[in-house]
């Protein structure tokens, strides 16, 4: 069994749930002995004229391989480059004996919207800068020629079930141009990978590789499995983005076997996008347990003082304002406590003008986006987390949470409280409720112990094997059925 | 002879309504859902049960003999909203065919924690039994069969002749259950041994399909009692009342298999049914089973962790207890007595972790979404209650 993957994400460059879910679910396959060729947007194209992919093997040995832009034929075999040192990423795959990692330049990310896009292209050293202009142009030209001319043989099969090619035309706008260019661009660059490939079944995560999963299947006939992490309606709540919300569909409709992240996001997608329930199966999360928890090179400050965390994206979604309203009707009952929002997004500023409206400001810290091993130290200083999202089709994070031992709050807007009974649940729009539970926390140790205790028991029933046994049960079906 | 002794337990709890630390009345009890629940029992189980055993006594003569314990919480909620249902129990104590046991006034943990509580909360409740049905309590049964050798001796010491509690395999060992037995360094108080896998035959697996003995019969239960004969006297039958026609619907046809039941015991001449007491005038004990460990009816352990079996367990009985003397002592009415409904075990059950995540009776029984939650509104109503103690010291 092998699987052409297009997913996101992989260490050390892991932003969310989404990248986590993508390498988890790999490593799980991998550890039960399924194939996969792994498809990964990497935001910077080395050079606007080099090598369209780089490739990474697993089995310790690690090689390079880089496949020029044009699509492969026999004659032009691509050439091994020798003696590269190996960056986090290539030690991540070498530990995989059965993946292998194709590294697309897309300027593609895991939580991308029009403004995020714009924020990543600005982010960039005025050189990369040019480069990706330069690729997006060039894009915009190969697509201009390809809307422009009749289906020809030689793209046909790929083009025409890349729905992306509807949307580009009249839109305009940044979305449109350039992180739906992006979009297009990757399904291209996954179909010439795919050609040099053997695989049986393709296996795509959230919309932005939707149309790159369609494109393969069109062009090998593989079964598809597409995994929404995600839907639109969770990002962006009743004003959907129409064309992510086109891709979403034609990727759901267009897909043999539809994964959700949990039954509240089955629903979403039956409901919302009109989609079969009896096709769509779903797979939970899971978490890895930290391994290094005593090599965080930290030395507990003693003090009274109770620290809450919220850690996510600072966003709609997340559902940030409410853990403010919460903090604020906490410090009425209880002002030995600290509330530490980590994260970025685009609710930052109107959370600091929150803060300072409820004169919350000795009691809030904005640490801004953590990563790596800053995430482990805020977990083992937290004594609560709380995860008041809005609408969240899984939700990781309360489970790294707990494998810190540290208790947790959810909202029961989230997918991940079907399946966690040992945390505290409210609905995200019951701020009294959550202060209540808040403070129940931080006034009563045994209630503390008691969620620790059965926490880290329950946590055990969350294993990336038992996903991946679950995907090789739905791949199995789908090449049987062929 | 084999002698049928059932002992049926009748209670509800007063379950607590939401109470969040923002709140600061003291109205803790959630009187909607109470009395919502007492009707709904009250209908499906409490009365056409009761005309099942009026029926029975009435056909055999005085022949048929059961015993009950009414919790005080129970009668206090019947008094409330279903006086009928009270009528009824008297009108069964007029025919001297039923005998009442006692218990808890507010079947609490009260032996645990505080043992002048514990026997004031017994005499409020044996004093009740007598003005409702006439009759001064001979026999007592503890919350939940709650027992070891420290509440036997403290019920002898309170003039009970007899004790009733589970006969746990791990305290009777090879030992059967239909015999009457002595706690040890008592004088000669008897000891009663729930017969469980007949009563969990009847409380818990009567309509269950995948059960092998499914459906059963009468005939056929009468024949499991009948072969007591030669290894014990009695077949002691405790469930919870509500097992006829709530917990088993009345569908599964559980009054029929009642009302059907005395017939056959009694067919052949050699069998009988008594109360409680009765069986102990009548049968001498045959040794002694020593419990030094707390155990209950409750769960496969047969221990008390479903009320103690974690820290939030352990700490809101903790605090609610250390209030006693505060609470006794200030002589508020009704805030003793608010403080007393709070020591029902119910409240302790629903934040039992075990299972919690299997679900299975534990969630059926629990108006909780969840133990935390449960623990966390009863802790904060005791805020609320130590607010009150606050507010009458100063």
Redesign the interface.
Known sequence: MKVFMLGWEFPPHISGGLGTACYGMTRGLNEIGVDVSFVLPTAVPETPTGPSHVTLRGLNTVAERTTPPAPTSPDRAPDVAPDVAPDPTTAAVARMAHVELHRVPALLQAYATAESFEEVLASLTPDQQAQVRQVLSTMRSEQDEADGSAPGAEQGPSDSAVPVGSFAKGTGGHYAGDLLGQVRRYASLAVQIARTERFDVIHAHDWMTFPAGLAVAAASGKPLVVHVHSTEFDRAGENVNQDVYDIERSGVHGADRVVCVSYLTRNTVAGRYGVPPDKIEVVYNAVDLPTDTNDLGMTPIRQNEKLVLFLGRVTMQKGPEYFLQAAK?VTE?FTDVRFVMAGSGDMIAQCVRQVADLKLGRYVTFTGFLRGKDVGRIFSMADLYVMPSVSEPFGIAPLEALSHNVPVIISKQSGVSEVL??V??VDFWDT??M???I??VL??P??Q???R??GAI?LRKFSWRDSAIKLRKIYAELVDAE | MASVVFYFQVHQPNRLRRY???DSDSNYFDGHANREICNKVADKCYLPANAVIGRLIDRHEGRFRVSYSLTGTVIEQFRHWRQDVLDSFVALAETGCVEFIAETYYHSLSFLYHRDEFIEQTRMHCQLMEELFGQKPRVFRNTELTYNNDVAKVVEQMGFDAILTEGADHVLGYRSPNFIYNPPNCGDLRMLLKNYRLSDDVAFRFSNRDWAEWPLTAERFAHWVDQINGNGFVCNLFMDYETFGEHQWSDTGIFDFLYALPDHVMAAGKNNFLTVSQAVDRYGPVGEVDVPNMISWADTERDISAWLG???Q??ALHDMYALAEAVLGGGDEQLIEDWRKLQTSDHFYYMC?KW??DGDVHKYFNPY??P??A??NY??ILDNIRARLAVARA
Do not use: V
């Open positions: 009707k009952k009974t040992h505290l649940k009294d409720e202060a209540n539970k403070l129940a006034r009563h045994p209630l112990r008691t969620l205790q059965h329950e | 969040s630390i923002f974690n820290n939030m352990a700490n972790t919690f995540a979404e969840s935390y939650d623990y966390i802790m904060n």
